[in-house]
């Protein structure tokens, strides 16, 4: 099945302790895109400025990513500067220049209505509600969002949940929606708004995913050098429904599997810059790390056990 | 094979949002050995005070605690007040009152001094030499430790690790020790010490299990009412080694299970105040909670999908 994304496309200005990038490739719906290109096809719709490099637009290329829906206006593109502490949990926002995407209107071309898997990156909830109703049958829906729009936008958002399958969240982001401390809990009243499945990230923790009756956890990955945690979300969540696109499998089993793709791809992603480490991923790489994610976690069952 | 285990007996007063216990029964060599119990023979090393009551004294036998090893002074047992708030991963500690825990000198007993398996829990890194200097010849010996001996008797506790096969400390203490903010790097040095192994406690985001060459994810069990995390590390700790103690199965595969079992007993002992969730519990209901474990944590293999 192919996917349609709509989100951002962004330059982004980023220091962690480990070094710094300016400018550089950025924006959730690009690194959601080129995260998912490894499994599925995938059509981008986003804006950009004038700005914007055509070297950019030929890595996205290369990945095989249709940019048909890639609108570019008047002006400047979608700059983010931001900053990362030792704790690298947590980005501190330092600029926000929002540009073009003030006057993004989300418009799918036509051969895009039809899509089987549709995946809304962090945006307005209302410009999410705007393509929830251009798309025709969607098999499958995904979305983001962030902290700005729960306390911007709570109903707009409430009514996104509803509408789609999987929701994608951080944690503080789940207590902040719900305001309820356990996390637990928060899940609990998240599907009650009306989503299937709920997806908890936790950064350095992993990821927690709930459904009505059912929890899985999943680790991230143990690494030794985490030099950049920027688009490990999207990252995340593009491996994640890449995958299932991919696979077609809305199994139980095969969505944990497609979680944990989701996990591999954005242990890679931190690990340099930017999107410098999917650039030169190999999808032999991508196997080798699932099977360490089975070794990382497999233990024995009990009846195993003489 | 038999454990020993020495540590504190102690009376808590614990305040969480969810009530609060006044001078309750607690203590590391407290937990460690009821949680163990379950699984193994545990004989106990520790003080109490002339005030400590019978009650709990019949408590601990009608857990077969072995308790020649329990001494009496003058004077009053060890209390500890904390707080926690709606982050329940910390405590916060009210007041420290060691009374005749001033004054231990732990003496094995003859007879435990041929023990299999030895357990420090949380006690004076030179207290915990003093206690290996008596032991023969042990099978498996592990210790823990907390941030106040790491930054006030750094080089007894490292020598302590030194000689011992498993370290089971916290996320911060393990950065702490080692001044090493990535977990990863931080687990290697502390490996580097002499264990063969470290047990990295992060609360409610499970635990990670180093060895040279491997590494081991667990989450903590999804639960929605959480009263009271005291003791939660030493109930774990219990599981773990006193599994390891019923099996006697030193494999990777046999430790990764008894560390699922600690993950077992700690989140029973966190749905009660002291230890009353535990003097409750029926076996049934660890093996049970061990299968969701697995359900919690199971996602399928590569070569099963087509």
Redesign the interface.
């Known amino acids: 099945m192919g996917i349609v994304v709509v989100g951002t496309v962004a330059f982004d200005t980023v220091e962690t302790p480990f070094g710094k990038g300016e400018n550089v490739l950025g924006g959730s719906a690009t690194y959601f895109s080129t995260s998912a290109s490894f499994f599925s096809d995938v059509s981008l719709v986003a804006v950009v400025g004038e700005d914007f490099p055509e070297e950019h637009l030929q890595f996205l290329r290369s990945r095989e990513i249709d940019l048909q829906g890639l609108q570019r206006l008047p002006g400047k593109t979608f700059h983010w500067t931001g900053k990362y502490g030792?704790?690298l949990n947590e980005a501190q926002t330092l600029d926000t220049q929002l540009n073009v995407l003030m006057d993004f209107k989300p418009q799918l071309p036509e051969t895009y209505c039809d899509t089987d898997v549709l995946f809304l990156a962090n945006i307005d909830p209302e410009l999410q509600l705007e393509v929830l109703d251009q798309v025709k049958k969607p098999r499958l829906v995904a979305c983001d969002s962030m902290n700005f729009w729960i306390s911007s936008k709570p109903a707009a958002l409430k009514e996104v949940i509803k509408r789609v399958d999987i929701v994608i969240i951080n944690e503080g982001e789940a207590r902040m929606l719900t305001g309820e401390?356990?996390?637990?809990?928060a899940a609990?009243q998240i599907i009650a708004l009306g989503c299937k499945r709920l997806v908890v990230k936790?950064g350095?923790?992993?990821v927690?995913m709930f459904t009505s009756d059912?929890?899985?956890?999943?680790?991230a990955y143990?690494?030794?050098?985490?030099f950049d945690p920027t688009g490990a979300g999207d990252t995340f969540a593009g491996g994640f429904i890449g995958y299932l696109a991919n696979?077609g499998d809305l199994s139980e089993?095969g969505i944990?599997?497609a979680?944990?793709f989701g996990s591999v791809m954005a242990s890679f992603n931190v690990e340099d810059f930017s999107l410098e480490r999917l650039k030169r991923l190999e999808y032999q790489e991508i196997?080798t790390r699932?099977?360490s994610f089975?070794?990382?976690?497999?233990?024995?069952?009990?009846s195993t056990?003489g």
């Not at 059912?214 to 680790?219: D, E, G, I, L, N």
């Not at 089975?294 to 009990?302: C, I, N, Y």
């Open positions: 030792y704790d401390p356990n996390l637990i809990k609990r936790r350095e923790y992993g927690l059912s929890v899985f956890a999943a680790p143990p690494l030794e050098e985490v696979t089993e944990r599997q979680l944990v196997e699932y099977r089975r070794q990382l976690t497999t233990f024995r069952d009990l056990n």
